[in-house]
């Protein structure tokens, strides 16, 4: 009888003191998990800093790519051709068509009036500057430095630099493995209610001791306007006389 009075005041103890144990660890662990949790995000500062490591390599880039304008009626073919483009920081820019407009009447007077109306600065972002001249390009595009967060971009994991959820705000999409530009968005200043410029940078690929994007696609609002498609790029060559007259 006695062995069974233990045996039930044992049996009530273990309940309680498993019950305290774990009400004792949930206040424990309770206020910290969240801290822990809690991702660090970097300030805009330091993630220029990291993305221009990236290209500090690149003191000149000549580029020759293919063009391809989207036409905005269907069944109705896009307009290809392919462009030289020169790039050193951290203002210098030029482009060049270099082959025939694969559509017959149309003259490069004409596809220019086509085409996007797109601040080459954009270019800056892929070569050799600091992160003052590039916190200063995020500053002429209305970016606001203050605001970092984390997002995802078709399933990568980036820093949004400016309101990334505002479809309509300027906005840099950092990648957070390797703090590559992947998305800039921003308005042209001289066309008030235009819809947003967006810019799209895929495919890196290691080149010349650094990255630079293949694909580069430009939309305005969600339609997709031009895309550029890297055929050769050369790092680091001193640019013609001619190609330095007439640069932007």
């Keep these: 009888m006695k062995l069974l009075k ?18 004792v660890g949930i206040l424990w662990v309770g206020p910290q998990a969240p801290n822990r949790a809690l991702a660090y995000v970097m300030p805009s500062e330091q993630l220029l800093g990291y993305l221009a490591d990236n290209f ?9 790519q293919s063009t391809r304008l989207m036409s905005s009626r ?12 020169w790039v050193q920081p951290p203002r ?41 001249d590039l916190s200063g390009r995020l500053l002429a595009w209305g970016i606001d430095q203050s605001l970092v967060s984390l997002t995802r971009l078709d399933g990568t994991v980036a820093y949004a630099i400016g309101n990334y959820r ?19 968005r921003y308005r042209v200043a001289e066309r008030p209610g235009s819809k ?25 609002g969600g339609d997709l306007i031009e895309r550029y498609l ?19």
């Excluded at 479809?167 to 703090?179: G, N, S």
């Design 166 to 184: 505002d479809q309509a705000a300027p906005t840099l999409l950092i990648e957070k493995k390797r703090f590559l530009p992947i998305l800039l």
């Design 196 to 220: 947003p410029v967006t810019i799209r940078f895929d495919d890196f690929r290691e080149v010349s001791g650094g990255w630079y994007p293949f694909r580069i696609d430009c939309f305005q």
């Design 6 to 23: 233990i045996g039930k005041r044992l049996r009530a103890f273990c309940k309680w003191s498993g019950t305290a144990f774990v009400i």
């Design 230 to 248: 890297l055929l050769e790029a050369k790092f680091n060559i001193p640019f013609p006389s001619e190609v330095l007259d007439g640069g932007k």
């Design 56 to 64: 500090k390599k690149f003191k000149t880039i000549s580029i020759l």
């Design 74 to 85: 269907k069944n109705e073919p896009a307009l290809a051709f392919e462009e030289k483009i």
């Design 92 to 132: 210098f820019y030029k482009a060049q068509i270099v082959t025939e407009i694969q559509e017959e009447g149309t003259s490069l007077e004409e596809i220019q009036g086509f085409r996007l109306d797109i601040d080459p600065g954009y270019r800056q972002l892929l070569a050799a500057n600091t992160p003052q």
